[in-house]
């Protein structure tokens, strides 16, 4: 009984002891998932926290360099200085000395880094004109129209500017989309199996080609007018004319222009007779003396033959 009573107090021991490590394993286990919770948790909101502070130093640091927001994804730059600007310009200056003024200019132009693209000269006298066309990069435009004004007096200026921001766009899409078809176009001529396809395939690549190359002619055409701006430049001598001047209406001014047709008739009329005076002399002269002639012979009556009596008719007498 007694080694009975031994055996049962040391089986209960054993399950007591079993119990309290089965209890003890699962606090830890509640504990290290709690842990882990508010360690995820609390990572979490750090990431939150950071993000915005992120953005809003980036928007911070966007908005001291001075760039624009843009309101969403894919808005386009609307700089000034991102547009797509043709500038044009015309202007008519009064030099002492046209030749001297147009190596003044092309000096102007050399130092903006454009160039001469046309010359055009009158005369070498104090009426002398020369026309010179202007190629300059757009950011030197303004200085070099201000530094040619000042070569004499200016008599006239105009200025024009194009924005060609939304043709270059397009033609950029247009010309990603062109390449994409020939590349398609391509990609088929090189899975053709027939004749029929090969021949179809080659012209549609060869008519792709062609589009594709006229808009990046085109492109390269905008983009030359948009770097390099156009000033086209008068130069005028002391004695030279004026522009042209605005038209006039009025009683007056009907009155001088119709005294100047009659007096442009009149010398057209002179002008025809004076070629026809020759003529009239030649045939003229011999005319009028066959007439006299013959207008005097029918008043002499001793130049007209006489004319002869018819002799007479015996009459017949019958017989008594």
């Known amino acids: 009984m007694t080694t009975m009573g031994a055996g049962m107090d040391i089986e209960a021991g054993r399950r007591h002891g079993a119990l309290l490590a089965a209890t003890a394993l699962a606090a830890a286990l509640a504990l290290t998932g709690c842990g882990a919770g508010d360690g995820g948790a ?26 624009p927001q843009a309101a969403g994804a894919g ?32 000096a102007v132009v050399t130092r903006a880094g ?3 693209g046309g010359d055009q000269r009158r005369s070498a006298e104090a009426d002398a004109v020369a026309e010179l066309q202007l190629r300059v990069p757009a950011a030197k435009f303004a200085g070099a129209v201000e530094e040619i004004a000042k070569l ?24 990603t989309s062109q390449r994409a078809r020939v590349d398609s176009a391509r990609r088929l001529l090189a899975r053709a199996t027939s004749i029929t396809d090969l021949v179809s395939l080659e012209n549609e690549l060869g008519r792709r080609e062609a589009d594709l190359a006229s808009l990046e002619a085109k492109k390269r055409r905008l983009a030359d007018l948009t770097a390099l701006s156009t000033i086209t430049v008068s130069l005028a001598g002391p004695a030279a004319k004026t522009t042209e001047e605005k038209a006039e209406t009025g009683f007056l001014v009907g009155l001088k222009g119709g005294w100047a047709a009659f007096v442009a008739s009149l010398t057209v009329l002179l002008t025809v007779l004076g070629a026809l005076l020759p003529w009239l002399v030649a045939l003229g002269v011999p005319l009028a ?12 009556p001793a130049l007209v033959a006489p004319v002869s009596a018819p002799p007479p008719v015996p009459v017949a007498r019958s017989a008594p």
Not at 52 to 66: I, L
Not at 289 to 299: C, H, M, N, Q
């Open 42 to 67: 609390r990572d979490t909101a750090g990431s939150a926290a950071e993000a915005p502070a992120a953005n809003g130093g980036g928007a911070e640091k966007d908005s001291a360099a001075g760039a």
């Open 75 to 106: 808005a386009p730059d609307l700089r000034i200085d991102q547009r797509a600007i043709i500038y044009t310009g015309t202007m008519r200056v009064q030099v002492d000395d046209v030749d001297v003024a147009a190596r003044e200019v092309a």
């Open 114 to 116: 454009g160039f001469i």
């Open 152 to 175: 004499g007096r200016q008599q006239s200026r105009e200025i024009s500017t194009q924005d060609a921001t939304e043709e270059t766009i397009d033609l950029d899409a247009r010309i």
């Open 289 to 300: 003396v066959l007439l006299l002639v013959l207008r005097r012979r029918r008043k002499d």
